[in-house]
């Protein structure tokens, strides 16, 4: 159909609709907002604000057969272009003390059906996956979908998170600044970061913009608040800073999985590298790193160019992705004191037993300074011994023979790598 067709269709209908039972039509709208996250990702922005704005002014604003609406998303309307010609609108956000039980089943109501189902021994558990959600001053909420996947199967998977595309966060986080990736970070690791929140978000504004970024992953559920400042106790004009993690182990887990998702290969070999490195298998090291540079840097490199802008940052960012399965036996750290400077990136041994303490430095080479990648490995590794980054591991119990030591040197999409 043309363009003017499809943006009279529910005006029509409302009107087919008053005429044959004589009462004005309601119009509930879920998810509203999905098209306009598909064309920010998409590249067709302005195409679909032009669209959206003439079918929501014909359905909403001058449909004299509508009685009332109620439109659900998780962009809150005020400053949305798509929103501009309307009227009388009621926005209640997550915030918002109005219908903030209505959203989700509480911790009450899951425990009983989990007691219901013969589950009863569970409910430790299932909190640790799925609870997390906070409407209004009410904590303890959780996702029904989850839930009743979860009183259905017997089964901790990642049910809800699975439901929709995350196509949006994904390209925020790869192409977002070095903070925004360094905060991303934490939250992988289960710690919280700082953000000013502003409930009103526009999509084409959240190019390097950090704070609508969390704000939008708050608004999406994929964050929570854990405190935040009184807006009466701040200067006027001044938006309050909020303590957030993510919600829940579901969505963490996500979040983990779309990273490996990120630096898989066609062929399968993502854990290639992480094997290579527990075995001190330099020569495969380097033939990895240097085989899916080629397929992948191009598409983390987009955007605002942060390989450009902040080589070491990048480059230190893409081996950390690397390394998310070795949590289980490492506690990973980067950007840390040690001795006498901050390492790149440290795997501290759970078990100094059995396995190795870990130091990798990346630099990226200077022609001004060293003749190849030869000599870049070199001064990375001089780095690690002159500011004696060991120092914090054998701190803390590991033999400064079990510490093996990185030097990663980049150019371009060639990488090499040395001890």
Request: charged share 25%.
């Amino acid at each position: 159909m043309n363009e003017s067709v499809a943006t009279s269709a529910l005006y029509q209908l409302s009107d087919y609709l008053y005429r044959y039972y004589g009462k004005k039509a309601i119009i509930l709208l879920d998810e509203y907002d999905t098209p306009m996250q598909e064309a920010y990702v998409g590249g067709y922005w302005d195409d679909i604000v032009a669209f959206t704005r003439s079918l929501f002014n014909s359905t909403f604003k001058t449909n004299p057969y509508l009685e009332q609406s109620v439109m659900m998303g998780i962009t809150q309307v005020g400053k949305e272009l798509i929103f501009s010609d309307l009227n009388n609108l009621e926005v209640v956000t997550t915030t918002s003390g109005k219908y903030a039980m209505s959203f989700g089943f509480t911790e009450q109501e899951v425990f009983d059906a989990l007691d219901e189902c013969g589950m009863g021994g569970e409910k430790e558990k299932v909190k640790k996956w799925y609870d997390g959600f906070i409407f209004g001053h009410y904590a303890d909420i959780y996702n029904p979908w989850s839930i009743l996947n979860f009183l259905d199967t017997g089964k901790y998977r990642t049910y809800w998170v699975n439901t929709s595309s995350n196509g949006l966060v994904g390209k925020l986080i790869r192409e977002g600044n070095v903070r925004v990736k360094k905060q991303f970070e934490d939250l992988l690791r289960g710690e919280t970061i700082l953000s000013q929140i502003d409930e009103q978000i526009v999509y084409n504004r959240l190019d390097g913009n950090e704070r609508a970024i969390w704000s939008l992953l708050l608004a999406s559920g994929y964050l929570k608040a854990l405190s935040y400042e009184r807006c009466e106790d701040l200067p006027e004009g001044t938006l309050p800073n909020y303590e957030l993690c993510f919600t829940n182990l579901e969505v963490q887990l996500m979040f983990q999985s779309m990273v490996r998702d990120w630096f898989d290969t066609e062929d399968g070999s993502y854990n290639d590298f992480v094997e290579a490195l527990l075995q001190n298998d330099i020569e495969a090291m380097n033939a990895y790193m240097n085989r899916v540079t080629v397929s992948v840097f191009s598409s983390f490199d987009t955007g605002k160019q942060p390989s450009k802008a902040e080589p070491e940052r990048f480059y230190h960012g893409f081996a950390l992705g690397l390394l998310v399965d070795l949590q289980g036996k490492y506690i990973i750290t980067s950007n840390r004191e040690s001795g006498f400077g901050r390492y790149d990136l440290m795997l501290e041994p759970k078990n100094p037993k059995e396995d190795d303490g870990i130091i990798l430095e990346f630099k990226v080479y200077n022609p001004r300074r060293e003749n190849n990648l030869e000599d870049t490995v070199q001064a990375a590794l001089l780095q690690i011994e002159e500011k004696q980054y060991e120092a914090a591991l054998i701190a803390r119990g590991v033999p400064k023979e079990k510490i093996r030591k990185y030097g990663f040197a980049f150019e371009g999409k060639n990488v090499l790598i040395g001890e």
